[in-house]
């Protein structure tokens, strides 16, 4: 069980910034110093783009901070937009696609099942 003790606060920073295909970035934060029983990222993808198909052993939760899109994720395309969020089960394919005009932002966090 990781440690629960009272933490100080204050800004969690992010790890290296990574450039993924066709423009998608991807920011993981370091919550390593704090004691969070989840992870945590938030990815942009530019108008047009779609990321991987993801499957793990974790559990996830998506969230729309702006944009619009299509969730793909047990055998159907879900629509979403800013303020909507999304859960994964383990082990089940997932992806998204931008279908805005603009930047699609997604906050995503995650946890072991």
Do not use: K
């Not at 423009?23 to 993808?45: K, M, N, Q, W």
């Not at 499957?55 to 055998?75: C, D, N, S």
């Amino acid at each position: 069980m990781p440690d629960t003790r009272a933490h100080e606060g204050g800004p969690v920073a992010c790890l290296a910034e990574i450039a993924g295909p066709d423009g998608i970035v991807l920011r993981e934060h370091d919550t390593s110093g704090i004691p969070a029983p989840f992870s945590s990222s938030v990815f942009v993808l530019p108008p047009g783009t779609t990321t991987d198909v993801d499957v793990h052993q974790v559990v996830e939760t998506w969230f729309v901070g702006a944009g619009e899109g299509h969730v793909e994720y047990a055998g159907a395309s879900h629509p979403v937009r800013t303020g909507d969020s999304f859960h994964f089960a383990t082990c089940r394919p997932h992806r998204v696609r931008n279908t805005g005009n603009g930047p699609l932002t997604v906050f995503s966090v995650w946890w072991s099942a």
